[in-house]
């Protein structure tokens, strides 16, 4: 299916910025959303919208059955073993904090949790919060000059009683990906649980967690054409069934007296409270969407627009690209010599091009290529080659316009 096809089925892409067709290469950030997408959620709220799991009418039923179907979508996406290991979430960053959290009794003071250096902050911060709490202790792993994760860093480190390591799946700055097949082998059979942010993987690279082989994975709707507003945990049962609720309240218990409170099953066991039932309903849409494309194809073109772009940037003049690699997906960070990144950004978007300028939740990153900041561009399934030609182009304005080149 070519680019162009998929384009038509997103209403954003088709207006324009001043005088310019919008040219998004803000995907990493949030993807746009596809009409399939919006209907699914104005569909909802128009003909079934209802409270679910506790109505005893049609509607309530209709509106039960919608949700969980979903759940069952999720497990096929992600290949997961169990539909009761999918929790919905708001989010990356609420599936990360539910976790810690869960886990806090599990931890003893100067237990050792490792962390990726090319962590978003929801995969640092959370650990950081949990190791204050229990005495643990937070490791960095450290990256090769390639900006890839050091792997023998990691076995070195692995030989050390360690409790958990959190991995980026794909960098949302770099975009660099890490081999997680491989790893989750090397931490599980050193006795540490396997934690991977999948928030910019989703969207790009087939997941299978039973592939995969980690403990836990972490998503977001926004970043794979879904709704803002709703994300999944997985995780392995027999782990799940060990974490403490971080919620507590409606939907997530068995029975509940004064005294005391009996909690349910999973997933409802850390599912607390009314669930984001039309963003579920819409990240089911959105599954429907990738699963009508032919990913294959789709993720070599998607490849190919990355390759083109990593080229064809670090030929102008002043550019440095970081960890910019062929296999690589979707992201590509950069800076302009001498130039502060939110001007390059502000440049940009005169001409119609939306990328990300900043510290991309990702200071210690940052902190470890000594930059305040840089910009980013990064992909998505509607992206195509005159995307990158109109990059490419106002670039090569901006870079005329900063510096006089
Ligand atoms: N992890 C990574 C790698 C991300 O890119 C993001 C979003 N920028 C998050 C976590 C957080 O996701 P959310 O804001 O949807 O919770």
């Not at 650990?127 to 792993?141: N, P």
């Not at 190919?304 to 102008?316: R, V």
Request: with cysteine.
């Amino acid at each position: 299916m070519s680019s162009s096809i998929i384009r038509q089925q997103f209403p954003l892409l088709q207006q324009m910025m001043g005088s310019y067709p919008l040219c998004y290469l803000d995907n990493a950030a949030t993807s746009q959303k596809p009409e399939r997408v919006i209907q699914a959620m104005d569909d909802y709220y128009r003909r079934n919208n209802a409270n679910v799991h506790r109505g005893s009418y049609q509607l309530s039923a209709a509106a039960t059955s919608a949700f969980e179907a979903v759940r069952l979508k999720v497990q096929q996406f992600i290949h997961a073993p169990q539909p009761q290991e999918v929790i919905f979430t708001h989010g990356t960053t609420e599936a990360l904090n539910l976790l810690a959290y869960g886990l806090g009794k599990q931890l003893q003071p100067g237990d050792r949790i490792l962390v990726d250096s090319t962590a978003h902050h929801a995969n640092l911060v959370p650990w950081q919060q949990l190791a204050q709490r229990c005495g643990a202790e937070i490791i960095a792993i450290p990256l090769t000059h390639e900006l890839r994760l050091d792997h023998q860093a990691l076995k070195v480190l692995l030989q050390q009683p360690t409790k958990l390591v959190a991995l980026s799946h794909v960098s949302n700055v770099l975009g660099s990906v890490n081999d997680i097949p491989t790893l989750a082998q090397e931490i599980r059979a050193a006795g540490a649980i396997c934690v991977v942010d999948g928030a910019q993987a989703i969207g790009h690279l087939p997941v299978d967690v039973q592939l995969l082989g980690c403990d836990f994975y972490a998503f977001s709707g926004h970043k794979m054409y879904g709704p803002t507003g709703v994300g999944v945990l997985w995780g392995r049962q027999s782990r799940l069934e060990t974490l403490e609720p971080m919620l507590t309240g409606g939907e997530m218990i068995k029975s509940v007296s004064f005294a005391h409170t009996e909690f349910g099953e999973l997933p409802f066991r850390l599912e607390a409270g009314t669930p984001p039932i039309a963003e579920v309903i819409g990240l089911g849409a959105a599954i429907d969407f990738l699963n009508s494309l032919e990913r294959d194809q789709v993720q070599q073109q998607e490849q190919q627009l990355l390759l083109q772009l990593q080229q064809q940037l670090a030929a102008l003049p002043g550019i440095t690209l970081y960890g910019a690699h062929a296999d690589n997906s979707g992201a590509l960070a950069f800076n302009l010599a001498g130039e502060h990144h939110q001007d390059v950004g502000i440049l940009l978007d005169q001409q119609g091009v939306a990328i990300r300028c900043g510290h991309h939740c990702a200071m210690p990153l940052m902190q470890l290529l000594g930059l305040k900041g840089c910009c980013r561009a990064s992909l998505g399934v509607y992206n195509n080659a005159d995307d990158i030609e109109r990059f490419i182009k106002a670039m090569r304005t901006t870079i005329t316009m900063l510096t006089g080149e």
